[in-house]
């Protein structure tokens, strides 16, 4: 068992070491360095006059860790191949990222761990919350449809008709007819992180809720067709083992035989969509947080593609694929959980 | 005959979804190339009122109609070649991978070294002199193949591990979400049309390389196969010829369902435009103009019940067959 789960760490951490270093490298290389300083000197109206440009110009480059070869090898159109040791960008990046440190934003002052931290105060709450309903309203609708067949076929044909409803669509519908105030105005339809100042820590929560209340209904919207589907499907050809005729004729009605004897069985086959729906979500949040306008990863995601913000784009990539892996790690555990007979180690 | 038994056997909403989805295909082919100029006299046009454009016109007056027949057009031209390629990357290297396994094909050393030794002069030389490697490295490699043969003869070959190798790459390629990966290779570089497709193709083949994967697997298995490999054919010949015919329908039902995927993502990137070029016309960019506009519903009414439709038969398509 531990030297499974080692193993799939290990696993783990190479592939997100090699995304990461693919996306470090591919987005590095593509860095246009003249542009990104003249942008941000422009932006910088104090500087005057060509020494102190240039000091500047300078202290940028190293900033952004721009101010050496891209590799350990690295090609000079010159000179060839050139081997230039531990001086390299790709070096200095992986000894930060080994102290916990994903490099400085191109765009914004600051370090993409602090704009990562601060967009995670809205995501974490968000996709958390999607997830914990989705799972939740799943299980619960797949027991009540398969207490009542007569309505399952109803359920099911709505489910799959949702289910080809893409996010977008559905958010930007949620959000024409419950925040425009032509309609029903029940729920704001951006704002979020601005009037933040002004409210204190006794309201945040509630704020916060009420902001997160459409993205959310749209991620679960959105996701628990599928759940649903899966589950419904696994209790459907649980419920025709004999274990249940034998739980009927004991006298358990039928709901007690699918709540305390189908279920445990059915969930079984589940829990490897959990493994999707964590990072779905998270690609699900860029959508949502684009359209609710909520500050979150996903929006910075977003924003970090639209201006090439690549230490950005790459510390928010580095997090998705570790969501990833811990939603892997949680999957396997829940199935010792589910069933102790399995043993996964080979 | 079979043709008056498919129509008895199917269902109505069957017939439905192909009719819908012909019109989705003669809208592409019949839809105008060049778009028209924005009309600037009538800006945010409501539906059915006006004589010229009967869908209305968007905030730059460009016309909804119009711009619906193009996007069908994109639609098509986008999902349909994306999902082709897919499945076609996904079949070969899925196959490979189930079939070959990780000992069965052993290459040869003359074919490494012609194909190891151009490749690492040429990142020795480096971007250099392009011309002349373009032509004299194949030459070498020819070279080292033909008098590889002589000087190799009777040496074991090397055991490439095809299946830990594409696994890896599936693995690789699943760790981000597609949005994600997508998102970031747009930053990069802004795809074009065929910069789309490609991309699109090349991220998304994991799904079929698996389902490929574990049909070879199955079929590989069967005596048919294995008297197959006991008679001494080559592999290439036992997968074109013994182990596709018994896979290939695998694909074939999840071709609707990838298909209705590709448009799903193709129309969530145009909407957030990172997608498409801007001159190109697509249903998500068309959509993406309620946000600007959020009183002018036949932005969203028209493009995304055709959006609707569109995924909802093709799903109809996956189910029934």
């Not at chain 1, 591919?26 to 104090?46: M, P």
């Not at chain 1, 969501?323 to 829940?334: E, G, N, S």
């Not at chain 2, 830990?164 to 049309?193: C, E, F, H, K, Y």
Request: glycine share 6%; net charge positive.
């Amino acid at each position: 068992m531990i030297r499974r789960a080692l193993r799939q760490g290990l696993r783990g951490i190479l592939l997100t070491w090699l995304t990461l270093s693919t996306l470090f490298l591919a987005t590095r290389a593509a860095t246009d360095k003249a542009t990104l300083i003249q942008g941000t000197l422009e932006g910088n109206a104090r500087v005057s006059g060509l020494p102190e440009q240039l000091a500047l110009t300078q202290q940028l480059l190293h900033r952004y860790n721009l101010d050496r070869p891209l590799f350990y090898l690295a090609w000079q159109p010159a000179a060839g191949w050139q081997w230039h040791g531990s001086h390299n960008q790709y070096h200095q990046w992986l000894l930060q990222l080994a102290q916990g440190s994903l490099g400085y934003s191109y765009q914004e002052d600051a370090p993409v761990m602090h704009l990562l931290g601060r967009a995670l105060r809205y995501t974490l709450p968000l996709t958390l919350l999607a997830a914990g309903f989705s799972l939740l309203l799943a299980v619960h609708l797949a027991l009540w449809v398969s207490c009542r067949p007569t309505a399952r076929s109803l359920v099911l044909a709505v489910l799959h008709a949702l289910q080809s409803i893409p996010l977008f669509l559905l958010a930007v519908c949620l959000l024409l007819l419950l925040a425009n105030p032509d309609v029903v105005a029940w729920f704001p339809a951006f704002g979020l992180g601005d009037a933040e100042t002004e409210i204190n820590w006794l309201q945040q929560p509630g704020y916060l809720l009420y902001h997160l209340t459409l993205p959310v209904l749209s991620l679960v919207l959105v996701s628990l067709p599928a759940l649903t589907i899966q589950l419904d499907g696994a209790l459907q050809q649980e419920l025709s083992q004999k274990y249940i005729v034998t739980a009927r004729a004991k006298g358990a009605s039928r709901s007690r035989a699918v709540r305390q004897h189908a279920l445990r069985n059915a969930l079984l086959p589940s829990i490897t969509l959990l493994t999707e729906l964590l990072p779905s979500l998270v690609a699900g949040s860029v959508v949502v947080e684009v359209l609710f306008a909520l500050p979150g990863m996903g929006r910075l995601l977003a924003e970090a593609a639209a201006t090439q913000d690549y230490p950005v784009l790459v510390g928010a990539a580095g997090l998705t694929a570790l969501v990833r892996l811990l939603a892997q790690a949680l999957a396997d555990m829940l199935y010792q959980m589910a069933d102790p007979r399995i043993r996964l180690s080979q | 005959m079979r043709v008056a038994a498919l129509s008895t056997q199917q269902p109505r909403h069957w017939w439905l979804a192909v009719g819908w989805l012909t019109l989705v295909c003669l809208a592409a082919l019949l839809a105008p190339g060049a778009s028209s100029p924005p009309d600037f006299a009538q800006l945010s046009q409501p539906p059915f009122l006006n004589a010229r454009h009967w869908l209305g016109t968007n905030a730059q007056g460009l016309d909804v109609g119009q711009a619906l027949l193009q996007g069908a057009r994109t639609v098509v031209v986008v999902s349909v070649p994306a999902t082709l390629l897919t499945f076609l990357l996904g079949a070969v290297m899925g196959s490979l991978a189930g079939f070959l396994q990780n000992t069965r094909w052993q290459a040869s050393p003359q074919l490494l070294l012609s194909i190891l030794l151009p490749l690492v002069s040429s990142v020795i030389i480096g971007p250099r002199w392009l011309v002349a490697q373009l032509l004299l490295l194949p030459c070498l490699a020819m070279l080292l193949w033909l008098g590889g043969r002589q000087v190799f003869r009777g040496w074991r070959g090397v055991p490439v591990p095809v299946d830990t190798l594409v696994m890896g790459m599936i693995s690789l390629l699943d760790s981000l979400p597609l949005l994600v990966l997508v998102l970031i290779a747009a930053a990069v570089q802004r795809p074009s049309l065929s910069g789309l497709l490609l991309l699109l193709s090349l991220t998304c083949w994991t799904t079929p390389a698996r389902l490929m994967r574990a049909a070879t697997l199955r079929v590989k298995a069967l005596p048919y196969a294995e008297a197959a490999e006991a008679a001494g054919l080559p592999a290439t010949q036992i997968i074109r010829r013994h182990i596709w015919p018994n896979t290939w329908q695998v694909l074939l039902t999840r071709f609707p369902l990838t298909v209705a995927m590709l448009i799903g993502f193709e129309t969530t990137l145009s909407f957030l435009g990172v997608g498409l070029p801007p001159e190109v016309p697509s249903w998500g960019r068309l959509l993406a103009g309620i946000r600007q506009s959020p009183t002018d519903w036949w932005l969203l009414a028209w493009p995304g019940l055709a959006l609707l439709l569109t995924i909802l038969s093709l799903q109809l398509l996956a189910r029934r067959k």
